[in-house]
């Protein structure tokens, strides 16, 4: 029998405790033997800039996955690789390391109808499922599914809190301890990061 790895990627900027609960479910709601974070250098579709550099974003994903309590890992594929790197280039990668296991990328809602923008989606749909992480106000629209995505959904109470909004709120110094890991926190303020 194949066993299930998903994926979830992102810029991580900070990791919250929104991405750590979405792991925790995926994990459930999947059945996954593993779950791989895969910290991008640069999102195909977010703006170039980041608030802290791929080595800091890195650290603090460590310090937050280190915590979890089922197996899971970084894959820094895309961060080595320096650039912009599409969900396909790096499905084909994991595929080629994990090629007797099930792959099911982890998605939010939001992102669900922007499927048909993504690179080589075809292929990609081929090579991976998709588990979209429900969210209020966000219904699939099976119809706008590109051909052959196979889209299943992940049922948990999401957390209404962006990489972004936590970012401003530091730069203001706002006590986020709702929002992110006592330890992401030391290491932000150690680091000096979002200033």
């Not at 995926?26 to 550099?53: I, R, W």
Request: contains cysteine.
């Amino acid at each position: 029998m194949s066993s299930a790895i998903g994926i979830l990627g992102g810029s991580f900027d900070p990791v919250h405790l929104g991405h750590m609960r979405l792991a925790e479910a995926a994990h459930s709601e999947c059945g996954l033997d593993k779950l791989l974070f895969v910290p991008a250098y640069q999102a195909p579709l977010k703006p170039s800039k980041t608030g802290a550099c791929a080595r800091d974003r890195l650290a603090m994903l460590e310090i937050a996955v280190e915590k979890l309590s089922f197996s899971a890992e970084i894959e820094t594929f895309e961060i080595c690789r320096n650039s912009i790197s599409y969900s396909i280039d790096t499905a084909r990668y994991l595929a080629g390391k994990y090629p007797k296991s099930r792959l099911i990328w982890i998605i939010g809602a939001d992102h669900v109808q922007k499927l048909h923008l993504w690179k080589d989606i075809e292929e990609l749909s081929g090579i991976v499922e998709f588990a979209c992480a429900a969210r209020p106000g966000y219904a699939i629209d099976r119809t706008l599914l590109p051909a052959g995505a196979r889209v299943g959904v992940i049922n948990f109470d999401p957390v209404e809190i962006s990489s972004s909004q936590i970012r401003e709120a530091l730069s203001c110094g706002k006590n986020l301890n709702s929002m992110l890991d006592a330890d992401v926190i030391s290491y932000i303020k150690s680091h000096n990061l979002y200033k």
